[in-house]
């Protein structure tokens, strides 16, 4: 009953704790349980219990994925899957070393499990690095402070090496326990606690340069379809909308206007119209469209200068199923020598945006669409990506949310979409270099050392109890020996 118990209390936790609209607190909790749990049965039930946790934490998420997202059965089979591996795994592991008295172990390097996990799925997968827990802390800005030094991996560490510190305190604390408080595992936690404390003071101290703030407006209005043609009576309606929007943004001192993904279908012969309609004064005009060139079409961000220049920036991670009669590009494009320019789910691959930063960009202009239900989410971690390597995000999406980050990962605007606009009059045009940015994924290869550090430690554990159970064989038929 108590497994039973655990299992369900674990479950509830991560289905508030992850997903698309996800309460940050409940995340670091949800482990707890279950690591109570696990150490007072058997192996094979605390895997069971595990295994009925997880799946009820990715009801809403399974619906996403083959309802929203529209990925067949064994895609679905494959997320839902990993995550099953990765929470069982976890459990399983802390359980075998809290149980052999490695504490320290148990917490310092079983959470290395989850993040090679979601590293590898970053790689393995063609969706990119858009599944992690480090996306449920988000709005948390101490806690995703950590990006810049570690990427989400570092975020992903925590969530679970807290929770396991938590439950080995809690463990030796009850009754049911030993009794004493367990020290080490105290010692542990304020360890953690005080290193990433420390290090989301120093970042949040930090700011951008104030001497060149920008106005940036952002506008999304609603559409019957994606890619209507300027040429047909629809087009050219959402056309005029969007001029007279636009033209008002300017006049109120926007000096960039950032449109939805995939607004228009534009051609050659087309494109001067968009261009003229949409052309301001002093200002530059980023607009979504779907580009028909010799019979092929390419999703674009077409960047439109006040003297009627155009700068198109071509998509370079499609959205599988759903963009594969698009043709992806492969440069990245930068105007103004700091403004980088990406469409929606490339902002879900961690390399592109530290290669814009690395290239002199301080700022990500982001035609985006999403799915309406993952505003919230797609918006966040486009966020994360700014935190990580400390610029400006300014994304507007068609079916999502309008918002404006800064390095920092402060929200100066955040507005949902469907005939929306958002004028934020001192976006920062300056970031600053971070541990990440410079680095890259060098977490990861500290999990790998530490994930075989406690499996060695786990599996020392067995061969000791292995080697003690054949030595009392051994002595009994000594002594059976000897009496007869």
């Not at 806690?143 to 090496?161: D, E, F, S």
């Not at 960039?256 to 001067?272: N, Q, S």
């Amino acid at each position: 009953m108590m497994t039973i118990v655990a299992a369900l209390l674990s479950g509830l936790l991560w289905l508030g704790g992850c997903g698309l609209h996800p309460v940050a607190a409940l995340t670091w909790l949800a482990p707890i349980p279950l690591i109570l749990a696990s150490v007072r049965v058997r192996r094979r039930t605390a895997l069971g219990a595990t295994i009925l946790a997880w799946s009820i934490g990715q009801l809403d998420m399974v619906r996403y994925y083959h309802g929203t997202l529209g990925l067949p059965v064994p895609a679905v089979a494959a997320v839902l899957g990993l995550g099953l591996g990765l929470a069982a795994g976890t459990v399983v592991l802390a359980r075998a070393l809290l149980l052999r008295g490695r504490t320290v172990r148990a917490v310092l390097t079983v959470p290395a499990l989850w993040v090679l996990g979601e590293y590898a799925a970053s790689h393995l997968f063609p969706q990119g690095a858009w599944w992690s827990l480090a996306y449920t802390q988000a709005d948390v800005r101490p806690v995703i402070q950590m990006t810049a030094l570690t990427g989400v991996w570092g975020v992903t560490y925590l969530l679970l090496a807290v929770p396991i510190a938590v439950a080995a305190v809690l463990g030796s604390a009850l009754p049911t326990g030993t009794g004493r408080l367990d020290r080490t595992a105290l010692a542990c936690l304020l360890a953690l606690l005080l290193g990433a404390g420390g290090w989301s003071a120093w970042s949040l101290g930090r700011s951008a340069d104030p001497a060149e703030p920008l106005t940036v407006g952002l506008l999304a209005l609603r559409q019957s379809t994606d890619g209507l043609p300027i040429d047909e009576p629809s087009g050219r309606d959402l056309l005029a909308r969007y001029a007279a929007r636009v033209a008002d943004l300017t006049a109120r001192g926007a000096r960039i206007v950032v449109l939805p993904e995939k607004v228009f279908a534009v051609t050659d012969t087309t494109l001067p119209l968009l261009v003229d309609a949409l052309r301001q004064a002093g200002a530059q005009i980023v607009v979504g469209t779907v580009l028909w060139r010799a019979g092929t079409a390419s999703n674009v961000a077409l960047v439109l200068d006040p003297d009627g220049g155009v700068t198109t920036y071509q998509k370079q991670h499609l959205v599988p199923g759903l963009e594969e009669w698009l043709t992806p590009g492969d440069d990245d494009v930068i105007v103004n020598g700091r403004f980088g320019v990406a469409i929606c789910k490339d902002l879900d691959y961690p390399g592109l945006v530290r290669r814009y930063r690395a290239e002199g960009a301080s700022v990500l202009l982001v035609p985006a669409l999403d799915f309406t239900s993952d505003g919230w989410l797609h918006g966040r971690i486009a966020m994360v990506r700014g935190v990580e390597n400390g610029i400006t995000v300014v994304r507007a999406a068609e079916l999502g949310r309008l918002t404006v980050s800064d390095g920092g990962g402060r929200l100066l605007g955040d507005v949902s979409a469907g005939d929306a606009e958002l004028l934020v009059t001192a976006a920062p045009t300056t970031g600053w270099g971070t541990v990440y940015s410079r680095t890259g994924d060098w977490f990861p290869l500290l999990s790998l050392v530490l994930l075989v550090v406690a499996v060695e430690g786990s599996a020392s554990g067995s061969r000791r109890t292995a080697d003690r159970k054949r030595s009392m064989v051994v002595t009994a038929q000594s002594h059976q020996a000897r009496n007869r």
